[in-house]
């Protein structure tokens, strides 16, 4: 019998060839003034387009949304024809690709705005470190988004979208986790606003679903949202007592929304002790029990574990970061038994080819 990662999947209209998900990760080879993805990009999508879906690395909506140096944006024209050349590259191997569209709130740095502030949910500095032209570069306190200024972030949401389709794209995914946009919003230590935005869990929560809703009036059902609830980010922007509550929330209410799928990352580290001590071993079952649509879970799977969680019915979808790296014929490589090979971590973000697309195939 087929193993279970293999078999295929009808995500909506679109169907895909097996449940193995390339997993977005920043690369930084967008290394051009103009932050436009290169033929290089589409050389590197297209090496791994065996995956079921390919989502790709988080990329910025709008100017003010940039916070790490090289990474691409998708609201020019340039960075759409750049897009274009990736997903032309990836449908001609009879891929699926959906781009993740990120901003970065307050996880950015006057550096990328000329000197302006970055903007965030409240004026409270998130305390990172964002990597800039100088290097790791600590965050400061941002301005806080004026209530115009969030209706123009849900327009640029809705361009970026719009964008994505003109540059063939699948679908989109909403980067919604680790200390991002939305995450700072969610979270009562870096949104103490006390307008509509702010003080309880669904005020929290509405800018999430409001882009949600104009995401789908672009995309219809080829939207995802990618969440992170038990990430213990450096700073602020960690689990706290309103986390439970708050991701329970919304579960429940993305059942209302028909999206194409939610991707969640599980616990990187040993919960016990924590505030969300009571996921610990029942991460994606909670949340399965909760949603009931279809469901991506990433958490450092392996070929075994992966197989092991969709037969278990407690995700339909197995997202792979790391191993996709070194490994652009993964799907492959489970198929016949391959050994992986090992990722370069010195060349992650170094930019060129090396460690990048320089990896060879097992199998061809």
């Not at 990009?41 to 090289?70: C, D, F, H």
């Not at 964008?163 to 699948?170: E, L, T, Y």
């Not at 209302?256 to 040993?270: E, N």
Request: charged share 20%; hydrophobic share 40%; with cysteine.
């Amino acid at each position: 019998m087929k193993q279970a990662l293999l078999t295929t999947f009808e995500l909506g209209d679109l169907k895909l060839k097996n449940r193995i998900v390339m997993a977005p990760m920043t690369r930084a080879r967008a290394t051009n003034a103009e932050l436009a993805p290169t033929a290089l990009m589409a050389t590197y999508y297209k090496q791994r387009a065996s995956a079921g879906l390919i989502i790709t690395e988080g990329t910025w909506i709008s100017p003010r949304a940039v916070g790490y140096i090289n990474v691409p944006g998708i609201y020019s024209e340039k960075q759409i024809a750049g897009w274009r050349l990736v997903t032309e590259a990836v449908h001609s191997r009879d891929g699926k690709i959906f781009l993740q569209i990120a901003h970065s709130g307050a996880a950015s740095h006057p550096d990328f705005f000329g000197g302006e502030l970055p903007l965030g949910p409240s004026a409270i500095n998130p305390q990172l470190q964002v990597f800039a032209a100088g290097g790791f570069t600590e965050t400061v306190t941002p301005a806080a988004f004026t209530i115009e200024e969030i209706k123009q972030t849900v327009q640029d949401y809705m361009q970026a979208a719009q964008n994505a389709k003109a540059a063939g794209f699948d679908g989109v995914e909403l980067h919604a986790q680790i200390f991002t946009l939305i995450p700072q919003f969610l979270s009562s230590a870096t949104n103490h606003r006390t307008d509509e935005y702010g003080g309880s869990i669904e005020n929290r929560a509405r800018l999430l679903f409001e882009i949600l809703d104009i995401l789908k009036t672009v995309c219809g059902k080829h939207v995802g949202v990618k969440f992170t609830p038990t990430a213990f980010n450096p700073g602020l922007l960690k689990p706290n007592e309103f986390t439970i509550d708050t991701y329970d929330y919304i579960m429940k209410k993305l059942n209302d929304y028909d999206l194409g799928y939610v991707h969640l990352v599980g616990p990187a580290i040993d919960l016990k002790g924590t505030v969300v001590e009571s996921l610990q071993d029942n991460f994606f079952e909670h949340y399965r029990n909760i949603y009931k649509g279809t469901l991506m879970a990433s958490l450092g799977f392996t070929q075994q574990t992966g197989n092991a969680i969709i037969e278990d019915r407690q995700a339909d979808l197995i997202s792979f970061g790391v191993p996709f790296i070194a490994n652009p014929d993964l799907p492959e490589r489970f198929e016949h038994a391959i050994p992986l090979a090992e990722a370069d971590t010195n060349s992650y973000y170094m930019g060129g080819e090396k460690g990048y697309t320089d990896y060879p195939p097992a199998t061809s």
